[in-house]
């Protein structure tokens, strides 16, 4: 049974600066990874997907990385902002099925 | 763009009451995925459904959970009875195939009193 794994549950840092999240998960026959955003109380926001073929993803200050033979993922914020506070959530993509880490919960200060 | 729509937002009910939850999916996707999410977790699949069939539906409890996508279009998601343990948030989610990527509703959020 894949499980995924979230550090840090929680993190505060102030504005500028640069920060990592991270995802492992115990199955390393995955079809594809992706990550969230969750603002309070809201729905999930598609962030990047990582096919299984591919080492990482861009789109602007955001960038995943996956290392499938380790069962590790990364997510780096370039220049966190305070519109960046919300909880992170990594989720493992199997055969028609998404299994999903409890977040990282994160706060950027001004 | 194209959203999937949930409705409604927020439900407050009382416990042995019913509940059901409507989920209208992006236009042209045949999957159809229905989570529940408890405070401070992740989202947890209850079932999904490939156009009007259910492809997995294990973890949904099915003595009060029932779910139906008739059409193979929109779905409804229903509680009979209500329990104080329900209280969480429903989230919906499509995609074109089942190793798709999913694009989530903004979720219902119960709760039972």
């Known amino acids: 049974k894949q499980e995924v794994t979230q550090i840090p549950a929680a993190l505060s840092v102030p504005e500028g600066e640069n920060l990592v999240l991270n995802c492992s998960f115990t199955d390393s026959a995955i079809y594809n990874l992706q990550w969230f955003r969750q603002d309070p109380g809201k729905g999930l926001t598609s962030l990047l997907l990582?096919?299984?073929?591919?080492r990482e993803q861009t789109s602007g200050r955001l960038n995943a990385s996956l290392d499938k033979s380790s069962g590790r993922s990364t997510l780096y914020i370039a220049a966190s902002q305070p519109g960046d506070s919300a909880t992170y959530l990594c989720a493992v993509g199997g055969f028609q099925k998404l299994v999903f880490g409890t977040g990282t919960r994160l706060l950027v200060s001004p | 763009e194209a959203e999937v729509a949930q409705s409604p937002r927020y439900k407050i009910t009382e416990k042995s009451q019913a509940v059901a939850f409507w989920c209208d999916p992006i236009s042209g996707h045949a999957t159809l995925y229905w989570y529940r999410q408890i405070l401070g977790q992740g989202p947890e699949l209850l079932v999904q459904f490939q156009d009007e069939s259910v492809v997995d539906d294990s973890q949904l409890p099915k003595d009060r959970f029932s779910a139906e996508r008739l059409k193979g279009v929109d779905s409804t998601l229903k509680i009979q009875p209500a329990e104080l343990g329900d209280s969480a948030m429903y989230l919906c989610?499509?995609?074109?195939?089942?190793?798709?990527?999913?694009?989530f509703g903004p979720g219902t959020r119960l709760l039972v009193l």
């Open positions: 990582i096919q299984s073929s591919q």
């Open positions: 989610a499509s995609s074109l195939l089942g190793s798709q990527p999913q694009y």
